[in-house]
């Protein structure tokens, strides 16, 4: 489905609104605002909502939405709401708007609005505006090692050709990645022509909405161990051992690189599944209950871009452990949360 011209947008975002606060279409005026700062005022019974809308939900543009209606509803005066309505918002958008505190609405159906004696929220609705012939994705396997090259490396410019021989891809492949990145405004084009992360949060937070761990092959299975750190170690000795290349991602991972909490679920990449032999030299039985190994053949070789060795053991670079972390098990959405905080803080290091 296309999204709809803006005056309908508008339209169509009251209307919505009125349904979730279960209001009549005489307690609903939609009116021009006092600036263009904004591109609309809306009355509601009594609440007063200033809106945004935007036809893209890029980070970028949900970031700049946010503030924009934030600073703009403060200067109206006490009690106005502010509000970005989007045709879909997935969750870094929804949560980026969290964190600026405004509502958020989309024409898919999602919600999350909060004013005085009213809290709604809506989730799980599926994006109806996804557009047939979309460019692949920047952050598709072989096409994120550039944002993994330029995290690897914030503030520093670079040029195609210095990301194209750094990541091992041709320059024709390179130009098109980095014109995606930089039409999606994650990325800055100096005026000699080199690129640098504008805004690395902004650059992992658009990555990790898009990232799914599920896409690489993982084997999962049993090995004996008195506990995650004890089978970490002892992975890692055996698989040197075997002269299998791999590297921890994950909780491991996120243990290694900040000491975070204990865990148990060892999660390492490995540069093929090993052979039957291989595995059974490790003490390993597959699909079994309380699967405490995740063996994980990599979709693309980027991952192991900026590994290194932590207390003798190969890890993965903090970036790629901070996507790994999305959606697993365990506390690891607090390990991923810690690794932000202490090795990811671009913002402070600036």
Known sequence: MKPPSEQLALRKVVDRLGDLLTLPPSDMTLRNPPSAEVDAVANLGDLTFAIEWKGSS?????????????????????????????????????????????????????????????????????????????????????????????????????????????????????????????????????????IRAGDPDLLLDAWREDYDFSKHQIVKGHVAARSGQALLGQLSERLHDLSVGHAATGLAAAWLLSRFAGFRTVATYVREIPSPEVLGKLGFR???????????????????????????????????????????PERSAEAAAQLRAELLNWSTDA
């Open 58 to 194: 890029s980070l970028p543009q949900v970031s700049r939405a946010a503030e924009q209606v934030r600073q703009y509803a403060l200067g109206l005066g006490p009690g106005v709401l502010p509000l970005v309505a989007f045709p879909f918002l997935g969750p870094v958008g929804r949560e980026h708007c969290r964190e600026a505190g405004v509502n958020w609405l989309d024409l898919s159906g999602n919600a999350s609005i909060t004013a005085p004696g009213v809290r709604v929220l809506v989730q799980g609705q599926p994006n109806l505006f996804k557009q047939p012939g979309r460019p692949a994705s920047a952050f598709a396997p072989k096409s994120s090692r550039i944002a993994r090259w330029l995290l690897l490396h914030p503030g520093r410019s670079l040029t195609q050709r210095e990301l194209a021989r750094a990541t091992g891809m041709d320059e024709g492949f390179t130009s098109r990645i980095v014109s995606r990145l930089e039409h999606d405004e994650l990325v800055i084009r100096e005026p000699d022509g080199a």
């Open 286 to 328: 597959e699909d079994v209950p309380g699967a405490n190994l995740w063996l994980v053949a990599p979709n693309d070789e980027g991952v192991f871009h900026g590994a290194g060795d932590h207390d003798g053991i190969p890890c993965v670079h903090p970036v790629q452990a901070y996507l790994d972390l999305k959606e697993q």
